[in-house]
């Protein structure tokens, strides 16, 4: 499953691109609005900084607008992908821009009806707000279980593009139904990484490792070192290290050459 960050602010999509963790970028009206800065501009930076989709949302209420604006972004950079509402309106707009070839998203979807019609419309994306649903009491992943099945039952091409992400247990849910994508924003892509075992593990192997002397691992570090050997290991490196070169109880217990004899 894809993984894109939703937000449209460059800190935020430079950090998540340095750790190799994102696909693409969405945004919308509100998301760009925040950043206080050109459109255009900004636009334009989020497409060189992420190699991949970045969805910027029509603001037109009629096709003929939205199908303008789509061609003017899609001139923008080849990242583009117009998001165009779930209206009739957005329907036209979508079929028009997609048989121009400019790859549309159809957002703010709700229904899986909604989401059958956007594909049949030709949308390259398709982006169901489960967040949304959860909050007013409807089963927001049920709906990706069930576009899902149409899309598979059907063979539509288009991609389910999970938004609206509140918390780690919609993304894991969306990989397991299968989902192309999930976007998110930047502090739910925080809690993907994070686990409490991770971190205390890693606090007691650099405590562990700080029992080295310094001054002999500095040198090793800076490749200065003179000695001709290891310094000796603290006793809790020691241990983990012989049970691994052991790899467990069976060759633990085997018997040695000198024992067989
Ligand atoms: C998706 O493209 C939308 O920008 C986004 O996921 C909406 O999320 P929200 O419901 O948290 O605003």
């Known amino acids: 499953m894809k993984i894109f960050l939703d937000s449209a602010n460059l800190t935020e999509i430079r950090e998540a691109v340095s750790w190799g963790a994102i696909d693409g970028v969405t945004t919308n009206p509100s998301l760009v609005a925040k950043e206080r800065r050109d459109f255009f501009p900004l636009l334009k930076e989020i497409c060189e900084t992420v190699n991949g989709p970045v969805s910027m949302e029509t603001t037109s209420r009629e096709a003929t607008g939205m199908i303008e604006e789509?061609?003017?972004f899609a001139k923008?950079?080849?990242?583009?992908?117009?998001?165009?509402?779930?209206?009739k309106e957005g329907l036209k707009?979508?079929?028009?821009?997609?048989?121009e070839k400019i790859r549309v998203n159809v957002?703010?979807?709700?229904?899986?009806?909604?989401?059958?019609?956007?594909a049949k419309a030709g949308a390259s994306f398709v982006s169901p707000f489960v967040g949304r649903l959860d909050d007013i009491s409807a089963d927001g992943m049920g709906l990706i279980r069930d576009i899902k099945t149409i899309y598979t039952n059907y063979h539509f091409s288009t991609q389910i593009l999970v938004a609206s992400v509140r918390h780690p247990l919609h993304v894991v849910e969306a990989a397991r139904i299968g989902a192309d994508i999930a976007t998110m924003?930047?502090?739910?892509?925080?809690?993907l990484v994070k686990h409490p075992?991770?971190?205390?593990?890693?606090?007691?192997?650099?405590?562990?490792?700080?029992?080295?002397?310094?001054?002999?691992?500095?040198a090793w570090l800076s490749g200065k070192s003179t000695a001709k050997?290891?310094?000796?290991?603290?006793?809790?490196?020691?241990?983990?290290?012989?049970?691994?070169?052991?790899?467990?109880?069976?060759?633990?217990?085997?018997?040695?050459?000198?024992?067989?004899r």
């Open 107 to 118: 957002t703010l979807c709700f229904s899986a009806t909604q989401a059958l019609l956007a």
């Open 93 to 99: 707009a979508t079929r028009a821009l997609s048989r």
């Open 229 to 260: 050997s290891p310094s000796p290991l603290p006793a809790s490196t020691a241990a983990s290290t012989s049970t691994r070169a052991g790899s467990g109880k069976a060759r633990a217990s085997a018997p040695t050459v000198s024992q067989r």
């Open 76 to 87: 923008l950079h080849p990242h583009i992908v117009v998001k165009c509402p779930l209206t």
């Open 70 to 72: 789509g061609r003017i």
């Open 197 to 218: 075992l991770t971190e205390s593990g890693l606090e007691r192997f650099l405590k562990d490792w700080e029992q080295l002397p310094q001054e002999g691992k500095a």
């Open 185 to 191: 924003p930047f502090a739910v892509l925080e809690a």
